[in-house]
């Protein structure tokens, strides 16, 4: 076993350096999470394809959530709500396998780039938009995060319902939703759209697939779960999300 291992590592370590030596640093990318599924948290597979696609990309990636309560808790087999309470942090720890920190202790300086995913978590935790819409408020430290990231020219990608924390927090800024028509129950929620304009942003139409790039304030949004389609429809348009958010790392 131990010569076996010291084998190893002597084959593997001059590969290593190589690789090291030859290869730009990696991206340091944030991604903020707001508890454990769909109907009261970070909707799972996006979550999980945007991890997918940072891991793909070569990027370092750190997790974060907000340590407070969820709005509420949803038995997800009926959508309707359960008397508990449960904590966003300690939920969105599910999805990261432990390995997540408080946003409080999150640092810009420390990270090249924050992606945020959809899920109704991001509208009932990280804002009151579920609730309030266009007047919603927006969790202090969501939007210290999204301000202090845009502040320093850093790119921030969103998906699904969290462009609206954009629209809230940077005036001017354009996103995408998806439509702002429900083309036969293609888009469930196209009002959003709606509330985008009302919150002083434009909102851009883009299919699942697509993404849409606000160069000027380094925004990358795609639809994913706005549409009601394909599971791997909504992958592959995060992952064109997160990459263009790494080229512009
Ligand atoms: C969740 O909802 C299902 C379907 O209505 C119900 O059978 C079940 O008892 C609920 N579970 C809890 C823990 O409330």
């Known amino acids: 076993m131990l010569a076996a291992a010291h084998l190893l590592r002597f084959v593997t370590a001059p590969l290593a350096r190589h690789i090291h030596m030859s290869r730009p640093a990696s991206?340091?990318?944030?991604?903020?999470?707001?508890?454990?599924?769909?109907?009261?948290?970070?909707?799972?597979?996006?979550?999980?394809?945007?991890?997918?696609?940072?891991?793909?990309?070569?990027?370092?990636?750190?997790?974060?959530?907000?340590?407070?309560?969820?709005?509420?808790?949803?038995?997800?087999t009926k959508g309707e709500p359960m008397e508990e309470k449960r904590n966003v942090l300690v939920e969105s720890a599910r999805i990261a396998r432990g390995k997540i920190a408080a946003l409080s202790t999150l640092d810009v300086a420390g990270h090249d780039a924050v992606i945020l995913p959809g899920g109704f978590g991001a509208a009932k935790n990280l804002c009151t938009f579920a609730v309030d819409?266009?007047?919603?408020?927006?969790?202090?430290?969501?939007?210290?995060?999204?301000?202090?990231?845009?502040?320093?020219?850093?790119?921030?990608?969103?998906?699904?319902?969290?462009?609206?924390?954009?629209?809230?927090?940077?005036?001017?800024?354009?996103?995408?939703?998806?439509?702002?028509?429900?083309?036969?129950?293609?888009?469930?929620?196209?009002?959003?759209?709606?509330?985008?304009?009302?919150?002083?942003?434009?909102?851009?139409?883009?299919?699942?697939?697509?993404?849409?790039v606000d160069t000027a304030n380094k925004i990358v949004t795609t639809p994913a779960f706005m549409c009601e389609t394909k599971l791997h429809e909504i992958y592959d348009g995060i992952g064109h999300m997160v990459k263009e958010v790494l080229d512009m790392v």
């Open 27 to 76: 991206a340091k990318v944030a991604v903020v999470l707001s508890g454990c599924g769909v109907y009261d948290g970070s909707e799972v597979h996006e979550a999980s394809a945007v991890m997918v696609h940072l891991s793909r990309g070569g990027a370092d990636v750190a997790i974060f959530a907000p340590d407070v309560d969820q709005m509420h808790v949803i038995n997800h």
């Open 133 to 212: 819409g266009a007047d919603c408020k927006v969790n202090p430290e969501v939007e210290k995060t999204i301000k202090s990231f845009h502040d320093a020219k850093k790119p921030i990608g969103l998906c699904c319902i969290a462009p609206v924390l954009a629209a809230k927090l940077i005036p001017g800024c354009s996103v995408t939703v998806g439509n702002d028509q429900e083309e036969g129950g293609r888009w469930p929620y196209a009002g959003t759209a709606g509330a985008v304009g009302k919150m002083g942003a434009t909102h851009i139409r883009r299919d699942v697939n697509e993404v849409h």
